[in-house]
């Protein structure tokens, strides 16, 4: 299974972009990276997924470097509602996702 | 929009108890998932099922017995809750690999159920 790793926390002011960085160096060619969010008290929610081209949706842009070793998660403009653990997660065999402990993001004001 | 629905927001049992956890989808999903998520430890999967009637172990299965007799429900069942079981537990579901090969990967998931066992 492909391994994860991000920063443990980050800091955004609202507003501005968010950037979150993922390593996955053991990604093979054919599998996607996904990213998932949880908000406080909720469950996880996905945002996106990409494979080596650039994708971006009504949530975030997702940017997958050239040798598809690392990615970045990109919200535009922040707002305190972002505020959430976020999880870059490589794929596994059967849908069984293996969430690591993800980038806690606090946006503020 | 997927809605994912999980029977209670909150429960309390007691050591010893038969506990159940439903969890119903609407939008047609062959998979469905149990996870429990705890401090520290992340989201971990307990089992899983691809189909009517069947079902996989995850990562945690001990102490957790599961039931699908129908597509949109699949049921996490605590045989004789302990203290350990403590925890949030969340459902989720998604489609098939058929219908794409990351579609199994985009799961939906519902708002969690927080039990505390006393």
């Known amino acids: 299974d492909a391994k994860t790793t991000q920063p443990p926390s980050m800091d955004c002011a609202e507003g501005r972009a968010a950037n979150l960085p993922c390593n996955h160096s053991?990604?093979?060619?054919?599998?996607?990276v996904y990213w998932y969010r949880q908000i406080h008290s909720q469950g996880p929610q996905y945002i996106i997924h990409?494979?080596?081209n650039n994708e971006t949706n009504e949530m975030a842009s997702l940017i997958i470097t050239e040798d598809r070793k690392s990615s970045t998660l990109i919200l535009p403009h922040a707002t305190l509602r972002d505020t959430a653990v976020y999880y870059c997660?490589?794929?596994?065999?059967?849908?069984?996702?293996?969430f690591g402990q993800g980038t806690e993001l606090s946006v503020k004001p | 929009d997927v809605k994912v629905t999980q029977s209670s927001r909150y429960l309390v049992k007691r050591t010893g108890e038969k506990v159940f956890l439903e969890c119903v989808q609407d939008?047609?999903?062959?998979?469905m998932f149990w996870y429990r998520q705890d401090p520290g430890l992340g989201l971990r999967l307990i089992y899983f099922s691809y189909d009517v009637k069947m079902k996989e172990k995850g990562d945690i299965p001990e102490g957790y017995s599961v039931s699908r007799e129908k597509k949109e429900r699949f049921s996490l069942i605590l045989e004789s809750a302990s203290t350990n079981q403590t925890s949030m537990y969340l459902c989720?579901?998604?489609?098939?690999?058929?219908?794409?090969?990351?579609?199994?990967?985009?799961?939906?998931f519902g708002a969690g159920t927080r039990l505390s066992v006393l």
């Open positions: 053991t990604i093979s060619g054919n599998e996607y």
């Open positions: 997660i490589g794929p596994t065999k059967g849908g069984k996702l293996i």
């Open positions: 989720a579901s998604s489609f098939d690999g058929r219908r794409g090969v990351f579609q199994e990967n985009i799961q939906y």
């Open positions: 990409g494979l080596k």
């Open positions: 939008m047609d999903h062959e998979n």
